[in-house]
């Protein structure tokens, strides 16, 4: 499974960025999707995550409220939609893909996406 993740850019405190994360391949309906990120000099952090086959979703507490992941079957691509951005934000965002159940550990996924940088200006 090959992910490609886009969308990141430069955005203004309060703004807001959509990312979105293609899948090259369908059997990615059994899929669980997660989104992390990543700060320099900081570890991979876990923001979403959502089963592909489902409608669960799980968020990180410092973007609940304020982030949104959902999917496109159709077009194999889950997005994550990001409003009231914060400076604190900023970092590489990834997308992630493993077999079966969500996970916030992104060592439990086997696939990721190249990443994409967020920078939010204050």
């Known amino acids: 499974v090959q992910l490609q993740a886009s969308g990141g850019g430069l955005v203004q405190a309060g703004g807001s960025l959509r990312l979105s994360c293609v899948a090259s391949e369908r059997t990615v309906s059994n899929y669980a999707m997660g989104w992390f990120r990543q700060a320099p000099g900081k570890e991979r952090d876990f923001v979403a995550a959502?089963?592909?086959?489902?409608?669960?979703?799980f968020y990180a507490d410092s973007v609940k409220g304020r982030f949104t992941i959902s999917r496109d079957n159709a077009k194999n691509t889950v997005y994550l939609q990001m409003n009231s951005l914060k400076p604190e934000d900023t970092a590489v965002y990834y997308c992630a893909a493993r077999q079966y159940g969500t996970t916030r550990n992104p060592g439990d996924y086997d696939y990721w996406g190249q990443g994409t940088q967020v920078t939010v200006s204050s």
């Open positions: 959502m089963y592909w086959g489902g409608a669960s979703t």
